[in-house]
C-alpha cells in the first residue's frame, strides 16, 4: 500500500559536473549504480533533504562533439536521498465509512504470516485481542523479510465455544471486496472450502459462513503497492457486531484495538437485530491511506 514498501528499481546514472576547462559547460561523470524510488504522497521512503555540495546542475542544450553540453546552477537546490528504500515508517490513517478514525501501527511477527494466524482446525488459534462477532482488521509485518499482510479474522472462537455454539442460527455471514493499485494473492484462507476470487489480481472477492465457535477469515500478501492505499468492503453481513481495527502497541509490545466501529451506533435500529447485529444485509468500507502524518480525529 505503501505503508510498507516503495516501489524502488535499480538503475545507472551519470550525474552533471561542471567542465574544469571550460566555463558555462558540463560534462558526464562517471557512471553509477543507484535506486529510483516511487512513494508518492508519502513519507515512507525516509527521504531526506539535505543542501548538494555544490551547485546542482541542469543541462540547457545538446551535447556537443567534444562531450560537454551548455548548463546552469540551480541556485536554491536540494538534494533527495532515500536513506531507507526499503523499510516504511510512514502514517497508514484508518477511514471507517469515511471518518477518520486514527492511524495504525504494524503488528511484527518472526517469520510469517501464520504466526500472527495460526490456521487449524477451522479456526486462527494464534489470535490477540480479537472481538467476539467483529470483523477484525490487522496488518502484519514479518520482520524475516520486511513484508506486510493484510489480514482479516471474523469473531473469536474461544468466547464463540461458550455462547451456543452449535445453534445454526447463530451463524455468522460476510461477504468482501478488497481493493488496491497492485496484485494481492491469498496466503491464508480460513477456510479453503469458502470462496474465494480474483487471486493475483488487484481486486479479491470472499464468502464466508462459519459457527460462533469457529473463525473464518483470510489474509492477503505481500503488499507491495505505490502509496495508493487499501479499500475493503464488507456487506451481506449476518450476526455482526461492526468493525474493529487493530494496532500494535509499542509500550506494552501487544495488540490493541485502534477503532471499534458498531452498526447500532451508525444504523437504524430497525434495519438491525434486537441484539444490534447485522440481520444479512449491512455493509460497511473501511480505509487505509498511506500519508506523512496521522490524520485529525
Excluded at 32 to 47: D, L
Excluded at 55 to 75: I, Q, S, Y
Excluded at 117 to 141: K, M, T
Excluded at 262 to 267: E, G, S, W
Aim: hydrophobic share 30%; glycine share 8%.
Amino acid at each position: 500500500m505503501n505503508s510498507t514498501h516503495c516501489s524502488c528499481l535499480e538503475k545507472s546514472y551519470r550525474s552533471l559536473i561542471a567542465s574544469p576547462e571550460r566555463f558555462g559547460r558540463c560534462i558526464l561523470d562517471e557512471e553509477r549504480i543507484g535506486a529510483s524510488c516511487s512513494c508518492p504522497g508519502t513519507s515512507i521512503c525516509e527521504r531526506s533533504v539535505e543542501p548538494c555540495g555544490t551547485k546542482k546542475l541542469r543541462a540547457t542544450g545538446p551535447m556537443a562533439e567534444d562531450g560537454t553540453v551548455p548548463c546552469e546552477a540551480l541556485p536554491d537546490a536540494q538534494c533527495e536521498r532515500a536513506s531507507n528504500p526499503k523499510h516504511c515508517t510512514g502514517a497508514v490513517n484508518v477511514f471507517i465509512d469515511g471518518v477518520a478514525k486514527g492511524c495504525i501501527k504494524t503488528i511484527p511477527v518472526l517469520s510469517d504470516v501464520d504466526d500472527a494466524y495460526g490456521y487449524a482446525s477451522y479456526r486462527a488459534n494464534n489470535i490477540e485481542n480479537v472481538e467476539y462477532d467483529y470483523i477484525n482488521l490487522r496488518f502484519i509485518e514479518t520482520r524475516a523479510n520486511e513484508d506486510l499482510h493484510f489480514c482479516v479474522i471474523y469473531g473469536n472462537w474461544r468466547i464463540g465455544e461458550i455462547v451456543n455454539p452449535n445453534d445454526p442460527t447463530l451463524s455468522r455471514k460476510e461477504k468482501s471486496e478488497v481493493t488496491a493499485k497492485f496484485p494481492m494473492f491469498f496466503e491464508i484462507k480460513d477456510d479453503p472450502s469458502d470462496s474465494y476470487f480474483g487471486d493475483g489480481t488487484s481486486t479479491v472477492r470472499t464468502s464466508h459462513a462459519h459457527y460462533a465457535h469457529k473463525s473464518d477469515g483470510y489474509c492477503l500478501g505481500p503488499l507491495l503497492g505505490d502509496g495508493s492505499g487499501v479499500r475493503a468492503r464488507f456487506y451481506d453481513l449476518d450476526n455482526i457486531l461492526g468493525v474493529n481495527v487493530q494496532t500494535f502497541n509499542e509500550n506494552t509490545f501487544s495488540v490493541t484495538n485502534l477503532a471499534k466501529w458498531d452498526f447500532a451506533d451508525h444504523r437504524s435500529a430497525t434495519e438491525l437485530r434486537t441484539t444490534g447485529q447485522a440481520d444479512g444485509d449491512e455493509s460497511v468500507i473501511v480505509d487505509f491511506q498511506a500519508a506523512c502524518e496521522c490524520a485529525a480525529v
